[in-house]
């Protein structure tokens, strides 16, 4: 059966279903509780049931349409040879940064099933849980981001690095960069293949990048993705970037079923100027801190701005750690009770 998510994803409905990006997180008591019990984030994603518990936590508590499984974009680095940990403060830092065409030697051919065999563990496990009626939402990184942090060696503000890579050796930014964007396609569509209906890109860092070096540096890698996945699987896909409303002209050339825009994007111009076209998101993720009658006012904006056409709601950006349940509790209620 094709969730009513899934219809809204494929334009076959234009009933409006919402999730939030970041829904699983620490603005949630039982998703701190749940990871007090591990010593380091990449364990608390390795753990199967850990991970499944912490998909379905946002959706048992607001009922949201979708559940996207709680992992992280960069779990497939190390099946390639990176040596990925999580540091308290730092967040993911690489020891062994990718930095030049010597660096090519050391990727390693990945063994997904395998590596991540505790991915498939977790989404069935979702699945079982999860009502038949919601969508199980699979992700991973654009190549883009991915690439970035195995360059970088970890959070980069401005992508120096990985932008001096491409402009000084692009052959060694291209071996890559193909690399990641084969892994990433290949993982994608296993998920589907493991029980994720929906198929999510986020390229988070692809608002870094002017037109013109977006579409040498990341859209060619993002298409190969998703060209790997539809070879496997009719899920439709979506695809994310933060900050990026500058790029959403090239988004939308790609194959993506659904473009995500964030909350800087003139909605009204975009679906005038892209009548075919279904979008994600746009209201600002700092409005769930308003009193209940801003939120809906703000909601109801979007929902009449969006009409009588396919549209899935969801923030300009992730959901930020300390923000009202309260909030989000408001903005989920208000597009539900348009439905009735």
């Known amino acids: ?26 603005y949630l008591p039982e998703y701190r509780a749940l990871r007090k019990r591990f010593p380091d984030f990449i364990s608390f994603v390795r753990n199967a049931d850990a991970a499944a518990e912490a998909t379905l936590q ?5 009922d949201m349409d979708a559940a996207i499984l709680f992992s992280d974009i960069l779990v497939t680095l190390p099946s390639m040879g990176f040596d990925l940990k999580f540091e308290s403060g730092k967040g993911p830092v690489i020891s062994n940064p990718f930095r030049d ?24 496990k979702v699945r079982a849980k999860l009502s038949s009626e919601k969508s199980l939402l699979g992700f991973v990184g654009g190549p883009l981001t991915i690439a970035s942090y195995a360059i970088e060696g970890g959070t980069s503000k401005d992508l120096h690095r990985t932008k001096s890579l491409f402009y000084n050796d692009s052959d060694a930014y291209a071996v890559l960069l193909n690399a990641v964007a084969e892994t990433t396609g290949k993982y994608l569509a296993l998920q589907a293949e493991w029980g994720a209906d929906v198929l999510v890109i986020m390229d988070s860092w692809a608002g870094h990048l002017n037109g013109d070096d ?29 900050g990026a409303s500058h790029l959403v002209a090239d988004f939308i050339k790609s194959d993506f079923n659904v473009v995500g825009v964030d909350h800087r994007t003139d909605l009204a111009n975009l679906l005038d100027k892209n009548p075919g076209k279904i979008f994600q998101g746009n209201l600002d993720q700092t409005l769930l801190f308003a009193n209940p009658e801003i939120i809906r006012e703000r909601t109801q904006e979007i929902l009449k701005t969006v009409g009588n056409r396919p549209h899935i709601m969801n923030l300009g950006h992730g959901v930020l750690p300390d923000t009202p349940l309260d909030g989000v509790r408001t903005f989920v209620d208000t597009i539900h009770g348009n439905h009735l």
């Open 1 to 26: 059966m094709t969730t009513f998510f899934a219809r809204a994803a494929l334009g076959k409905t234009t009933e409006k279903p919402v999730w939030l990006m970041r829904q699983a997180g620490r």
């Open 58 to 62: 946002p959706v048992n508590r607001f």
């Open 101 to 124: 065409a010597s660096c090519a030697k050391n990727l390693r051919q990945v063994r997904l099933e395998n590596d991540l065999a505790y991915t498939k563990a977790a989404l069935q």
């Open 214 to 242: 977006y579409q040498k540096m990341a859209k060619p890698y993002t298409d190969k993705v998703v060209s790997i996945v539809r070879q496997q699987t009719d899920a439709p896909i979506i695809h994310y970037a933060n």
